[in-house]
């Protein structure tokens, strides 16, 4: 695994101080919750390096041009043959796309479906959750707070706070809100909930959502306002981005996209769940049967007895963690899913005990059948789990805005924020020049400013963000210096995690492997010097 120490630049302030605060906490990770805390990590610290995090000497290679000399129209009509063939070959329910030329959005365009089961298509209206690229958008909010005197890039961030929120006290001395916004700060990933440091602020890079949440209590406490309510009045109206917002607003839920989950995932977590709460549950009831009878054999009514207690005793975690976590869409579809599982194991042994009692009346060949028949049953159903690709997840309307990632929108609307992103309007020059300056360097190809990425090319710079949950896929990418740029939003869960950023290189040509290194954490600090 490869491990980069990274070097702070002469932008990165190095001062310190303070005190912090409790925030609550969504997900971007994407992640049935289970599926949450271990599938992402698992993809995204594991499998997903395995695109090739380390670099090799040796000349650098021909760099792809990008669709500059190319017209729109010509582009558009290769993407809309193109993108279908793509979705089709990866199985992905659906996608929209924004396009920008000259600093314009140029076109939009919606293709597959919004929900796989009721095929209601995409459209460029659709709203995606677009899940980390909701922290370039807090990162704007907070540098109009600069520009209006209310922050700090080099104060201490607990200074704005009346209690601390770090562990320790003057752990967070030197956790700014420039080290944020190039996560610098030390925090870690938002699935850990950890207040803990994992390095000195400012020497090393690791993409933290902790961070963000830690942000948005400081914007919260600074403004007098929700998150919600602030984005709106300082990024939102002024932008025109009147199909966008933090949290899951009632008249938007029927626009928004269902995010979607391969079947086999939440079928073998129940799996999983339900074999360990049978035993949990069966070996204390065969002693309590063999004190209580002298037997081992149990009666029909306590093997009824037992599974059903284990399958309430296996969705207990998932509901309760669920509510600790606030993604109780996750866990209605876990529970949709493991009563589906339950019904359809029970009749079809139901049926293949009818039939075993007409095959033979020995009891011991009617054990032997029903052993077999019961595992065929069971391989059945995992085989008939894995050919649904697209479950959707149910679009949940109780969700709390957070920092990190909890942003719905349409791609028209992140491409209204991504041109103000290559030329502020709404900053000032000084703190334009600022986000878009490098603050601290991962590699010779990629950067991170204050909010966005930066990816450095013989081409020019881009500025990018990506976002990932469980069942959303993101990404925008735009060459400020040529006012081409594009975001992409799709529909589909974690194991296809490059279909965005796929459709955007070609969407813009270029170069992408740079990007996708640090959409898949290469960069991350692993520990050590």
């Given amino acids: ?93 659906g996608a929209a796309i924004a396009l920008i030329r000259g600093d314009r959005v140029v076109w939009t365009k919606g293709f597959g479906v919004a929900n796989a089961l009721t095929r209601r298509p995409v459209t460029p209206e659709t709203l995606f959750e677009v899940a980390s690229n909701g922290k370039a958008l807090t990162a704007y909010v907070a540098l109009r707070l600069v520009d209006q005197g209310r922050l700090s890039l080099e104060e201490p961030l607990d200074s704005y706070l009346p209690e601390p929120w770090f562990p320790s006290p003057g752990s967070g001395n030197a956790v700014t809100l420039r080290r944020v916004l190039s ?39 600074v403004s007098g306002k929700p998150l919600e309510d602030l984005a709106q009045e300082v990024l939102f109206v002024p932008l025109g981005m009147t199909s966008s917002s933090f949290v899951n607003r009632a008249d938007l839920t029927p626009r928004t996209a269902n995010g979607h989950l391969h079947a086999l995932v939440p079928s073998v977590v129940f799996a999983v769940l339900y074999a360990v709460s049978l035993v949990i549950v069966g070996l204390p009831g065969l002693v309590v049967l063999r004190v209580r009878t002298g037997r081992w054999r149990p009666t029909r009514r306590g093997v009824v ?28 579809l876990f529970v949709f899913c493991a009563l589906a599982l339950a019904a359809a194991f029970a009749l079809s042994l139901a049926a293949g005990g009818v039939a075993i009692l007409r095959l033979t009346t020995r009891r011991s060949g009617r054990i032997a059948l029903s052993v077999a028949w019961s595992v065929l049953v069971v391989i059945g159903i995992g085989a008939l789990a894995s ?103 799709t529909n589909n869960d974690l194991l296809g995690a490059d279909v965005a950023l796929e459709i955007a290189h070609r969407a813009l040509g270029g170069k992408i492997e740079p990007i996708r290194q640090a959409i898949h954490l290469a960069f991350n600090y692993r520990g050590g010097s």
């Fill in 183 to 221: 996560h610098t700060s030390g925090l870690s990933a938002s699935a850990t909930l950890s207040r803990n440091l994992l390095f000195a602020p400012g020497s090393h890079y690791y993409y933290s959502g902790i961070g963000f949440m830690y942000l948005q209590r400081v914007l919260e406490q």
């Fill in 387 to 489: 050919r649904v690709a697209n479950l959707p997840v149910p679009r949940w309307p109780a969700v709390s805005a957070n920092a990190a990632g909890s942003v719905r929108a349409t791609v028209a609307d992140m491409g209204a924020f991504l041109i103000e992103l290559a030329h502020p309007r709404l900053l000032s020059a000084a703190t334009a020049a600022q986000l878009r300056t490098p603050q601290v360097r991962l590699s010779s190809d990629i950067s991170w400013g204050l909010g966005p990425g930066i990816q450095h090319s013989r081409q020019g710079d881009a500025l990018w963000q990506w976002g990932q949950h469980v069942d959303f896929q993101s990404v925008m990418i735009i060459y400020p210096e040529h006012g081409l740029g594009v975001v992409v939003c």
């Fill in 305 to 332: 007895g037992v599974l059903c207690v284990a399958f309430v005793l296996s969705l207990a975690p998932v509901l309760v963690l669920a509510g600790r976590i606030a993604l109780f869409e996750f866990a209605w």
């Fill in 1 to 93: 695994m490869h491990r980069s120490i990274l070097r702070p630049s002469s932008s990165v302030a190095d001062r310190g101080g303070g005190r912090a605060s409790r925030l609550a906490w969504r997900t971007t990770l994407k992640p049935s919750p289970l599926l949450l805390l271990a599938l992402c990590a698992a993809l995204q610290d594991t499998a997903a390096f395995a695109q090739g995090a380390t670099r090799t000497a040796g000349p650098l290679p021909q760099e792809p041009p990008l669709r500059l000399s190319e017209r729109t129209d010509s582009v558009a009509a290769d993407l809309e043959s193109f993108i279908p063939r793509y979705l089709r070959a990866n199985r992905v329910p």
